[in-house]
């Protein structure tokens, strides 16, 4: 039978309004008092019961993480870094998954149920109508990886277009003059603008892109891509991929064909997941200030959710080039 605040009440001798009080930071109670209480409801396993407590007008202590594929070795990487920033706030992830191309208002929806105090989005879009009514809801909303179009809720991600600047800066150091690339979900955000801020680079040197090819942002796909790419007849002598992920799969896809990274081709990433540094790869990437990105994420979030008004905020954060031996 579930232990319930009566029970606490009974055993420890006090009102149930007492046990409230004891689970409720700041509320006016004697040190000793609550410290007995809370002594007395481990002893019997009690744990305060959230939603009850969030009718009442109380926090939940929850906060919604909406996240793409987990089978991506990046959204695990963000996932367990947010995780642990989360709960170093005295908070709790309330995990959302969505999958590629979903929805994800109802998924929303549904965390919104659990009457979480904030989410972090980190997958899907968002327009500002959905950002407002999470608001409205008493669920202020921060996005991650992305600008939220039109406002409506604060934002932070990496500047993309810098780091495919500092790619092309690299390409052109190493004398690669025909240059591939291999892109991501045209509908994602960091595709569309790491494309961008690439031919641009590229154009700034006198350079264009010899040939482009689309994969998911899973390793299989940058293999898939990059095999059609270094079979083709006119074989380019760089790859620059729209992820690590997938720039890991180019590297294989080379190496099943004889060639030699990066003396016959040169490979390059963006993020600089932990994978990127294992000594079979040594891939040269774009490291995305995650760890960064999700301290500003929260600041930002924890602030709304304890009531700052204002205008939203869009901060964008500086990437870096790390150079290892695959370009």
Same mark, same amino acid.
């Given at each position: 039978?579930?232990?319930?605040?009566?029970?606490?009440?009974?055993?420890?001798?006090?009102?149930?309004?007492?046990?409230?009080?004891?689970?409720?930071?700041?509320?006016?109670?004697?040190?000793?008092?609550?410290?007995?209480?809370? /002594?007395?409801?481990?002893?019997?396993?009690? +744990?305060?019961?959230?939603?009850?407590?969030?009718?009442?007008?109380?926090?939940?202590?929850?906060?919604?993480?909406?996240?793409?594929?987990?089978?991506?070795?990046?959204?695990?990487?963000?996932?367990?870094?947010?995780?642990?920033?989360?709960?170093?706030?005295?908070?709790?992830?309330?995990?959302?998954?969505?999958?590629?191309? /979903?929805?994800?208002? &109802?998924?929303?929806?549904?965390?919104?149920?659990? /009457?979480?105090?904030?989410?972090?989005?980190?997958?899907?879009?968002?327009?500002?109508?959905?950002?407002?009514?999470?608001?409205?809801?008493?669920? &202020?909303?921060?996005?991650?990886?992305?600008?939220?179009?039109?406002?409506?809720?604060?934002?932070?991600?990496?500047?993309?277009?810098?780091?495919?600047?500092?790619?092309?800066?690299?390409?052109?150091?190493?004398?690669?003059? +025909?240059?591939?690339?291999?892109?991501?979900?045209?509908?994602?955000?960091?595709?569309?603008?790491?494309?961008?801020?690439?031919?641009?680079?590229?154009?700034?040197?006198?350079?264009?892109?010899?040939?482009?090819? +689309?994969?998911?942002?899973?390793?299989?796909?940058?293999?898939?891509?990059?095999?059609?790419?270094?079979?083709?007849?006119?074989?380019?002598?760089?790859?620059?991929?729209?992820?690590?992920?997938?720039?890991?799969?180019?590297?294989?896809?080379?190496?099943?064909?004889?060639?030699?990274?990066?003396?016959?081709?040169?490979?390059?990433?963006?993020?600089?997941?932990?994978?990127?540094?294992?000594?079979?790869?040594?891939?040269?990437?774009?490291?995305?200030?995650?760890?960064?990105?999700?301290?500003?994420?929260?600041?930002?979030?924890?602030?709304?959710?304890?009531?700052?008004?204002?205008?939203?905020?869009?901060?964008?954060?500086?990437?870096?080039? +790390?150079?290892? /031996?695959?370009?």
């Amino acid at each position: 039978m579930r232990v319930t605040a009566d029970d606490v009440a009974a055993r420890a001798g006090v009102s149930r309004s007492a046990v409230s009080r004891a689970f409720t930071e700041g509320a006016s109670i004697q040190p000793d008092k609550r410290a007995h209480i809370l /002594q007395v409801a481990e002893d019997l396993g009690y +744990r305060p019961n959230l939603m009850a407590r969030s009718l009442t007008g109380g926090a939940t202590g929850l906060i919604a993480v909406v996240v793409g594929a987990l089978s991506s070795p990046y959204e695990s990487w963000f996932l367990d870094i947010l995780s642990q920033r989360i709960r170093s706030r005295g908070l709790w992830p309330l995990l959302v998954p969505v999958s590629p191309g /979903q929805e994800i208002e &109802p998924a929303l929806d549904h965390a919104l149920a659990y /009457q979480v105090d904030g989410a972090v989005i980190a997958a899907g879009s968002v327009n500002q109508k959905l950002a407002e009514r999470c608001t409205a809801n008493g669920a &202020p909303i921060v996005v991650v990886g992305r600008v939220l179009d039109g406002g409506g809720a604060d934002s932070v991600c990496c500047d993309n277009r810098a780091g495919m600047a500092m790619i092309a800066e690299r390409l052109v150091a190493t004398g690669r003059r +025909r240059i591939a690339w291999i892109g991501g979900r045209a509908d994602t955000f960091s595709n569309v603008e790491r494309f961008e801020g690439l031919t641009a680079a590229l154009a700034a040197q006198g350079l264009a892109l010899t040939d482009t090819r +689309r994969g998911d942002y899973t390793t299989d796909s940058g293999m898939v891509q990059a095999l059609a790419l270094l079979t083709a007849p006119s074989r380019p002598d760089a790859i620059v991929c729209g992820n690590d992920a997938m720039a890991i799969g180019a590297i294989a896809a080379a190496r099943r064909l004889g060639l030699r990274v990066p003396e016959d081709v040169g490979i390059c990433g963006f993020d600089d997941i932990p994978a990127a540094a294992w000594e079979p790869f040594s891939l040269t990437t774009v490291a995305n200030p995650v760890a960064d990105t999700v301290d500003a994420a929260l600041t930002l979030l924890t602030r709304r959710i304890a009531g700052e008004k204002g205008a939203v905020s869009t901060i964008r954060l500086p990437p870096a080039l +790390r150079l290892r /031996q695959s370009l």
